[in-house]
């Protein structure tokens, strides 16, 4: 018997080392860009970007990986990062918040965080510094998605994953840092992944993909409406449910992530949006603002169609990131621009013999 119980717990000790042994020790550089982003048709923010895009990059690691992420701020403000949804365990001193875990990261400055992801999911990074203007109207968030070390049997099944952000913007401060946030601001603009219907991009899926949505409310309450299916909701803030949820409208609170999975098994066109009705315009003007569109490659897209001569971008939902080794991932779609670097740009461009103005764009 005694024997028998040792074997026991010598193979538990050698199945924990083993798991131990598949933990990485990454490391991951971010810098904080002051850029212009271009939300919606004749609207543009300034926003403080990470890595120069919004939504800062994708940072995709395994359950007890253990991080090391140099942080260098390159604006004229100071920020920090908190790891949303991490418990820090043993590491309090990198969760991000200035004047208590931390001094804040001032300008020209650095910042070292070292942690390890204990916790599994849909997880996401923001700046902790004046969160009302930096987060809710200058783009200072991104997603972070940690693998589990045992997924469930419906994650198993998913053959397409995707992520969608839900913000929402100012028009009224968006040219100038260091204001807005304030209560009762008005929000006029609405986008996913940082940009608006119809600058965003559709989300092509196949009949009999199983698409796992990665819903962040990043700065609003969010009303999910997918048209033509139900969505069935698998985990709340990165964790499983124990009894999934069907649901044809999903309600959210800004900070929360719900993880549905979509069975698509009705081919068409169909738009899936925020009913929050307002969030679905651009400076009130309807069809805009947080819709999005789910495209099955099958059905011919009609001359009339809103995306019918658009370049598609593949990687917009992250999907193409998703499938990488494990990482961090930069995309292209979500880069701002630095309005002195474009108008450099252009004057050389308009100055060049034989070349156009538009040379510079």
């Known amino acids: 018997m005694h024997t028998r119980i040792r074997g026991i717990l010598l193979a538990l000790a050698l199945g924990g080392l083993a798991t ?37 990059p994708l940072i995709h690691v395994v359950e007890g990986d253990e991080l090391e992420v140099v942080v260098q701020n390159n604006t004229t403000m100071s920020h920090t990062i908190h790891w949303h949804g991490v418990y820090q365990t043993n590491s309090w001193q990198s969760d991000g918040v200035p004047d208590i875990t ?3 990261i001032e300008p020209g400055e650095q910042y070292t965080y070292r942690f390890v992801v204990d916790k599994p999911g849909s997880l996401w ?45 100012s028009s009224a401060s968006a040219g100038t840092y260091g204001t807005g946030g304030h209560p009762g601001e008005v929000l006029d603009y609405f986008s996913i992944n940082g940009k608006s219907f119809p600058m965003n991009q559709p989300l092509r899926v196949r009949k009999g993909d199983v698409l ?46 719900y993880d549905v999975i979509i069975r698509m098994n009705n081919p068409g066109i169909w738009v899936t949006h925020d009913h929050i009705e ?10 805009g603002g947080s819709m999005l569109v789910i495209e099955y490659e099958e059905i011919e897209k009609p001359d009339w169609y809103v995306w019918k001569d658009v370049a598609y971008e593949p990687d917009f939902y992250m999907s193409e990131s998703l499938k990488k080794p494990h990482g961090l991932h930069e995309i292209a779609a979500f880069k701002g621009f630095d309005p002195a670097e474009l108008r450099r740009r252009q004057r050389s461009g308009s100055s060049a013999s034989g070349h156009s103005s538009r040379g510079g764009h």
């Open 20 to 56: 131990a042994a598949h933990a990485e020790k990454r490391h991951f550089e971010l810098t904080i860009e002051e850029v212009d982003l271009e939300v919606a048709p004749g609207f543009t923010a300034k926003v403080w970007a990470f890595n120069g895009q919004v939504p800062g």
């Open 102 to 104: 931390q001094k804040a």
């Open 125 to 169: 990074y923001h700046c902790h510094v004046n969160v009302s203007e930096h987060i809710g109207l200058r783009g200072m968030w991104g997603p972070l998605v940690v693998d589990p070390k045992k997924p469930t049997k419906l994650e198993r099944e998913v053959t397409k994953d995707a992520i969608a952000m839900f913000s929402g913007w």
């Open 212 to 257: 796992r949505l990665r819903l962040y409310a990043a700065t609003i309450p969010v009303s999910f409406h997918p048209h033509g299916h139900d969505a069935l909701v698998t985990h709340k803030d990165g964790l499983p449910l124990e009894k999934p949820l069907p649901v044809d409208v999903l309600a959210m609170q800004p900070g929360e992530r």
């Open 278 to 287: 307002h969030h679905t315009t651009n400076a009130g003007k309807d069809h």
